[in-house]
């Protein structure tokens, strides 16, 4: 089946520095990817749709300044919290679309911020 | 989409089945009912789903009542690697393009 990867699979960083979070579709290619946020105990909220090449869609009360995302090609998607504060903590997760009925998810990023 | 709901938590013996039910009262007709799980601390997986007819594979059985307001995600033989939550959805997409809204998922656990 297709694989999605996310790197780092773990991250600790200092309050008011930024984090890049890089999704890739390992062998095939993901017009449409999304960006997952799941805080302890809770479930998975949509944070934005990115599509390659265009700018990527947020759900309301993400801030787009704050959470970067770009989709520069088919196979790769990056987001990045900018100043990361404690409040930003959380599981990252994205998943990509290969045209079939199944949504591929990466294994998810821990994003701890101190 | 149509809303789901499920029981928040439930116990599976190992080597049994495991019966989870989601009721989807809402769903429109060209929505499907899918099955994802969540294994603590990884990414979702998707398990199976169906529009109205039962759907089985290798992971899990899928049985859709004939009204669609609700089904029932089969594990025959449940094992202690099947612990996670399971989240039932609703999506009137099949070809994954959609985003997914998870609700709170039913926890199950497999006890030995």
């Known amino acids: 089946g297709a694989v999605v990867s996310q790197h780092p699979s773990r991250v600790i960083c200092k309050s008011g520095t930024s984090v890049k979070i890089e999704c890739r579709s390992l062998?095939?290619?993901?017009?449409?990817m999304f960006w997952y946020r799941q805080f302890p105990k809770q479930s998975l909220m949509l944070m934005a749709t990115s599509n390659e090449g265009s700018k990527a869609t947020y759900e309301q009360g993400v801030e787009k300044d704050k959470f970067l995302i770009n989709h520069a090609s088919l196979t790769l998607s990056t987001l990045t919290v900018t100043s990361a504060h404690p409040e930003d903590s959380s599981f990252y997760i994205c998943?990509?679309?290969?045209?079939?009925?199944?949504?591929?998810f990466g294994p998810g990023t821990r994003l701890t911020v101190t | 989409d149509a809303k789901t709901t499920q029981p928040p938590s439930m116990d599976c013996a190992e080597g049994r089945a495991a019966n989870l039910p989601c009721n989807h009262s809402?769903?429109?007709?060209?929505?499907?009912v899918y099955w994802y799980r969540q294994i603590h601390s990884q990414g979702p997986q998707y398990i199976i789903h169906?529009?109205?007819n039962n759907e089985t594979n290798e992971m899990a059985s899928l049985i859709i009542t004939e009204d669609r307001k609700s089904s029932t995600l089969i594990l025959p033989h449940a094992t202690l690697r099947d612990t996670a939550v399971y989240y039932c959805i609703a999506d009137s997409d099949q070809t994954g393009a959609n985003n997914l809204f998870f609700g709170t998922g039913t926890r199950l656990t497999v006890i030995p």
């Open positions: 809402t769903i429109s007709g060209n929505e499907y």
């Open positions: 169906g529009l109205k």
């Open positions: 062998d095939f290619q993901a017009t449409t």
């Open positions: 998943s990509a679309s290969a045209g079939d009925y199944e949504q591929y």
